[in-house]
């Protein structure tokens, strides 16, 4: 992880995540990790409460 940041673990149900896209609070990404070149799904949250609310659920993630 560059510029000391730290890789974050989330816990939402499914039905969760499938409402807040329902209801336009979450958009589905794809990205492209530099230097491997693997995809992968990101998730963006809008809205400052739900990010709030998000975030005091997030775990430091330990493989």
Do not use: C, R
Not at 16 to 25: A, D, F, N, P, R
């Amino acid at each position: 992880m560059k510029n000391g940041g730290q890789v974050m673990q989330y816990d939402i149900s499914n039905s969760g995540m499938y409402m807040l896209e329902k209801t336009g609070e979450l958009e589905y990404k794809t990205g492209i990790h530099t230097g491997s070149n693997t995809v992968s799904t990101e998730y963006l949250f809008k809205g400052k409460d739900l990010v709030e609310a998000v975030n005091k659920k997030a775990t430091p993630h330990n493989p």
